[in-house]
């Protein structure tokens, strides 16, 4: 399967003469993007060495009933991708290159976030129960939950927006359908046996579908968090300042009433870093 998007990219400063800038523009995304080559390379490194399975990135970081207990790979499995596959990487890294840019420029980081991993953690959960049905423990892969997510709230905003499927351009909607279709038809006609991938699919799926009418940020927590700390060291600054001030009036006091030897070395020694912090601007 190969498709393209087609849409009005917003302007950014550099985009499309300098790929670096174009990297910078959307964090997350190009992030995931480099993070998913890089790894899939060191994969098809190791594979090609002959090294031990221990030493496969997706040992560590694929999803698998056996490291079910860790939150980690949960989202770590977006990372890795079969080394003998490259083709499914090459198109998983197309799409978030064109729709994972437009939508972390769109919705912002925090959203495109929730998004992208929100697909991704309710595909490794439609992963897992099927694992645990059939017993088997290997390894979900690959970042398709996550873009499935994607594509569907794509699908959902848009539907009319057109995408180039094989020779054709179909709609959105038209192509969420067709993706619905590859997905179940080898679960209700095949079995579960090798079906794991396309329930992680058809979770992402749901998860993209539901979030673009329920949209929420799960991580604007971490935005409070650091506006309270800020908040926070700007109040235990103001205090410092305020406690500071009173002991430079205080020894003035002193040295006014008694004259410089009055004062204790701990107290020159304030004098002197609170003249020099003076000087330099700062209160």
């Known amino acids: 399967m190969a498709y393209r998007t087609e849409w009005e990219e917003p302007d950014e400063p550099g985009r499309g003469s300098d790929w670096r800038a174009a990297l910078a523009a959307t964090p997350v995304a190009s992030a995931l993007l480099v993070g998913a080559i890089a790894v899939t390379l060191l994969e098809v490194i190791v594979a090609a060495?002959?090294?031990?399975?221990?030493?496969?990135?997706?040992?560590?970081?694929?999803?698998?009933?056996?490291?079910?207990?860790?939150?980690?790979?949960?989202?770590?499995?977006?990372?890795?991708?079969?080394?003998?596959?490259?083709?499914?990487?090459?198109?998983?890294?197309?799409?978030?290159?064109?729709?994972?840019?437009?939508?972390?420029?769109?919705?912002?980081?925090?959203?495109?976030?929730?998004?992208?991993?929100?697909?991704?953690?309710?595909?490794?959960?439609?992963?897992?129960?099927?694992?645990?049905?059939?017993g088997d423990d290997r390894p979900l892969i690959g970042a398709s939950g996550g873009l499935?997510?994607?594509?569907?709230?794509?699908?959902?905003e848009t539907p009319d927006r057109t995408f180039l499927f094989y020779f054709f351009r179909i709609p959105a909607k038209v192509l969420a359908l067709l993706l619905v279709a590859f997905s179940l038809h080898p679960l209700l006609f095949e079995g579960f046996a090798g079906g794991v991938a396309h329930l992680c699919?058809?979770?992402?799926?749901?998860?993209?579908?539901?979030?673009?009418?329920h949209r929420f940020d799960a991580l604007s927590w971490w935005g409070t968090l650091r506006e309270q700390?800020?908040?926070?060291?700007?109040?235990?600054?103001?205090?410092?300042?305020?406690?500071?001030?009173?002991?430079?009036?205080?020894?003035?006091?002193?040295i006014h009433a008694s004259g410089m030897n009055s004062l204790t070395e701990r107290e020159r020694q304030f004098l002197r870093a609170r003249s020099e912090s003076l000087k330099g601007g700062r209160r």
């Not at 060495?49 to 949960?74: D, E, K, T």
């Not at 989202?75 to 596959?85: D, G, I, K, T």
């Not at 109040?235 to 020894?251: G, H, I, K, N, S």
């Open 49 to 134: 060495a002959g090294l031990p399975a221990i030493a496969q990135p997706s040992r560590w970081l694929g999803l698998r009933l056996s490291n079910a207990p860790f939150v980690v790979p949960f989202f770590s499995y977006v990372l890795p991708h079969a080394p003998r596959e490259l083709m499914h990487l090459v198109l998983n890294m197309f799409v978030l290159w064109f729709l994972g840019r437009e939508l972390e420029s769109r919705l912002g980081r925090g959203p495109f976030m929730t998004l992208f991993f929100g697909s991704a953690l309710v595909g490794a959960v439609a992963h897992l129960v099927v694992s645990a049905q059939q």
């Open 229 to 254: 700390r800020a908040q926070q060291r700007a109040a235990t600054a103001a205090r410092d300042e305020a406690a500071d001030d009173a002991e430079m009036d205080r020894l003035l006091a002193k």
């Open 148 to 156: 499935y997510g994607l594509i569907f709230f794509i699908a959902r």
């Open 201 to 213: 699919h058809l979770g992402g799926a749901l998860f993209g579908f539901l979030w673009c009418r």
